[in-house]
Every structure is written in structure tokens, then in C-alpha cells.
């Protein structure tokens, strides 16, 4: 059983950070009227104690799950994301992705896996001397073949089989990776905001994904929350 995660930010530092700002009313999404609290100048105003709620109901979540051994992969690739979401898998020894989604990374992936070993391959082959047997030319191409699949499949190096759980830093960004998630039957959490559909996400956290400080301010209270999860069964 899951213990309530208390010190969660509170409506002011929510406010502050333009959690409550959703999208404007012609792109709005149905299913999120639950979630909204008001419309002000065609802009919807998500309701912060649902947004509380949600977060604290993931933040629960996520610490069972990590606690219970599982393996969650982090996902946020967006420029007011990425970062954030790098820092918090790798704090938890987590997979994450923050470039551009690779179709086929759920649902293909053996195909995925194969591409993180060879990586690795390469980069046990550089470390030990191994490219000084190649003639220049072969070497450069070498090493540019090694960035270019860092850039795409660093943060891959962790997942090592399909992952228990993925948590989505915004619902519209991440849509191909949740659809992945759903054929494969693998629980979904994540941030969502007007224009986006909640039901697609097991555990949606209704808030602004496009404000750095929103995003930033739900990212350090998920990473406080799961600081000790893996101690905690």
C-alpha cells in the first residue's frame, strides 16, 4: 500500500509557476472538462486542486512501482522538458528519452535494444584502442556513428527489457509513445493539458506543459516524492 505524499507544492507556488493556464477554448478537448475550473478571455483555467490531486495520486503511483522493483521510462521531449526529465531518470537510475521518439521503441523493441548494444560495442571498441587498426577515414565515420546513436539511444542504455510503466512529460508531445504504451498494455502517467485527451493516460496530471516553470515545479515535486522509492517496498 502506498503512503500519501505530502509535501507537494502548494496553490500559490502553483500559480505562480502559470500551472493553472490551459490551452485556448477552440483547441479544447471534451473529455478535460472535468479539469477545468473556469474560462477566462477564451483561455481555460485548469482547477488546481484536481491538478494536486493528480499528482499526488502519481506520485504514489510511481513509488509502489519503483519500489516494487518495476521499471518506469521516463519521457520528455520538448525544450522545456528535456532536461528536467534527463535529470529525474538518471537521479532514479531510470531509461528516459528526450530527443525525438523512435517508433517502434515499445512495440519493436528487440530492434531497439540491439541498436543500445551496438553502441556499446562501438564505445568498448574506442576505449580499448580498437579503432587504431582503421585507416582515417574509417575511424571518422566511426566516431561519428558513435554520436549520432548517443544523441538517439543514451538514455535507452538503462531499459534493459519493456518497461513496467512510462511517465509522459506532456501528453500532446509524447503522443506516439503513449500510443505505443497502450498496444503493449503498459500503464501510462504523465502531464495534460486542455487540448489533450486524459483518458489516454492511467494516471493524468492536469496542468500547463507548455510553461517551463509549471513543468519544471511538477518534475521537483515528483523527484522529491520518489527520492527513497527504491528503499520503499
Known amino acids: 500500500?502506498?503512503?500519501?505524499?505530502?509535501?507537494?507544492?502548494?496553490?500559490?507556488?502553483?500559480?505562480?509557476?502559470?500551472?493553472?493556464?490551459?490551452?485556448?477554448?477552440?483547441?479544447?478537448?471534451?473529455?478535460?472538462?472535468p479539469f477545468v475550473y473556469a474560462l477566462?478571455?477564451?483561455?481555460?483555467?485548469?482547477?488546481?486542486?484536481?491538478?494536486?490531486?493528480?499528482?499526488e495520486e502519481a506520485i504514489n503511483f510511481l513509488r509502489e512501482t519503483i519500489g516494487g522493483g518495476k521499471l518506469v521510462l521516463f519521457v520528455g521531449i520538448s525544450e522545456q522538458s528535456a532536461d528536467l526529465i534527463k535529470d529525474l531518470a538518471e537521479s532514479l537510475s531510470m531509461p528516459y528519452v528526450?530527443?525525438?521518439?523512435?517508433?517502434?521503441?515499445?512495440?519493436?523493441?528487440?530492434?531497439?535494444?540491439?541498436?543500445?548494444?551496438?553502441?556499446?560495442?562501438?564505445?568498448?571498441?574506442?576505449?580499448?584502442?580498437?579503432f587504431a587498426k582503421y585507416?582515417?577515414?574509417?575511424?571518422?565515420?566511426k566516431e561519428k556513428e558513435i554520436v549520432a546513436l548517443r544523441?538517439?539511444?543514451?538514455?535507452?542504455?538503462?531499459?534493459?527489457?519493456?518497461?513496467?510503466?512510462?511517465?509522459?512529460?506532456?501528453?500532446?508531445?509524447c503522443d506516439l509513445a503513449i500510443k505505443e504504451a497502450k498496444v503493449a498494455k503498459i500503464k501510462t502517467v504523465?502531464?495534460?493539458?486542455?487540448?489533450?485527451?486524459?483518458?489516454?493516460?492511467?494516471?493524468?496530471?492536469a496542468a500547463n506543459d507548455n510553461a517551463r516553470r509549471s513543468v519544471a515545479l511538477i518534475i521537483s515535486a515528483i523527484?522529491?516524492?520518489?527520492?527513497?522509492?527504491?528503499e520503499t517496498v
Not at 41 to 51: F, G, N, Q
Not at 194 to 200: G, K, V
Request: glycine share 8%; proline share 4%.
Open 1 to 33: 500500500m502506498s503512503e500519501s505524499y505530502n509535501q507537494l507544492p502548494s496553490y500559490e507556488e502553483m500559480v505562480k509557476a502559470g500551472m493553472h493556464f490551459g490551452r485556448k477554448k477552440s483547441i479544447f478537448n471534451p473529455k478535460m472538462k
Open 40 to 55: 477566462r478571455d477564451s483561455i481555460c483555467i485548469i482547477d488546481l486542486v484536481k491538478t494536486r490531486q493528480g499528482l
Open 98 to 130: 528526450t530527443n525525438r521518439w523512435l517508433g517502434g521503441s515499445i512495440t519493436n523493441f528487440k530492434t531497439i535494444i540491439s541498436r543500445v548494444r551496438h553502441l556499446e560495442a562501438l564505445e568498448n571498441e574506442l576505449a580499448s584502442g580498437g
Open 135 to 141: 585507416v582515417k577515414k574509417e575511424k571518422t565515420m
Open 151 to 173: 544523441k538517439k539511444f543514451d538514455g535507452l542504455r538503462k531499459l534493459t527489457r519493456v518497461p513496467d510503466v512510462i511517465f509522459v512529460a506532456s501528453a500532446k508531445d
Open 190 to 205: 504523465g502531464l495534460v493539458n486542455t487540448e489533450s485527451d486524459p483518458s489516454q493516460l492511467d494516471y493524468p496530471i
Open 223 to 230: 523527484k522529491q516524492g520518489l527520492a527513497n522509492a527504491k
